[in-house]
């Protein structure tokens, strides 16, 4: 799916999915627990990329992380700078994301790829691996399901991933994966996530 097609979803959303989902309020313990230890864990800048209203890169900010929020729709951009203004947000997207190659410490990428297509994910993961510098870690979470299949997402159309399948695909893109997690809740749709690191050569770009 275009990027100006979730741009276009979201924008006209972006009030109505602040309202529901720009608080930590409505995350689950595990997942924000699951997030800081991993951003702690890093040394230099991190990129929430798909940052939405910013409730994670204020959560990394907060913290002490040096992150910068990432996203596609200006609207969630104006919110979270007025929600935290002292942390660095810019519009952007995950395709070409405004930092130098191999320059980031880590990226988190927390259910903002569940909008690009089997056909264009490689291409995101390729170029989460050119920004991020040798040992640089990445955490991705998403809807686990069948590798690809796409389902009626409350916004636009999203596509399920299964762990296996992400795995593979973050190891073609040059990353290894440290760990994954999964977890079914009553009346949502099953979670997975997966920390994953640069390896020190780099994987395919383009």
Excluded at 37 to 43: E, K, T
Excluded at 76 to 95: H, M, N, R, W, Y
Excluded at 104 to 110: E, F, K, M, V
Aim: glycine share 12%; net charge negative.
């Amino acid at each position: 799916m275009s990027s100006a097609v979730v741009r276009a979803a979201y924008s006209a959303r972006s009030a109505e999915y602040t309202s529901l989902f720009g608080s930590l309020s409505s995350t689950h313990p595990a997942d924000r627990e699951l997030v800081l230890s991993w951003a702690q864990g890093l040394s230099g800048k991190v990129i929430d990329a798909g940052c939405g209203p910013g409730q994670w890169t204020a959560f990394l900010h907060s913290a002490g992380v040096d992150v910068q929020g990432v996203d596609l729709v200006p609207d969630f951009i104006e919110t979270a700078k007025q929600a935290c203004p002292d942390a660095q947000f810019s519009v952007g997207s995950l395709e070409r994301l405004p930092t130098p190659d191999h320059s980031l410490a880590g990226i988190l990428a927390w259910y903002s790829l569940i909008h690009i297509s089997p056909a264009e994910i490689s291409r995101v993961l390729n170029e989460f691996a050119r920004c991020l510098k040798p040992g640089g870690g990445l955490l991705i979470g998403f809807f686990e399901g069948p590798a690809g299949e796409p389902f009626r997402h409350a916004v636009t159309r999203a596509y399920f991933w299964s762990a296996e399948e992400m795995s593979g695909l973050l190891q073609e893109a040059g990353f290894s994966i440290v760990g994954t997690h999964s977890r079914v809740d009553p009346g949502v749709r099953p979670h997975a996530a997966i920390v994953a690191k640069r390896g020190l050569t780099p994987g395919r770009v383009g």
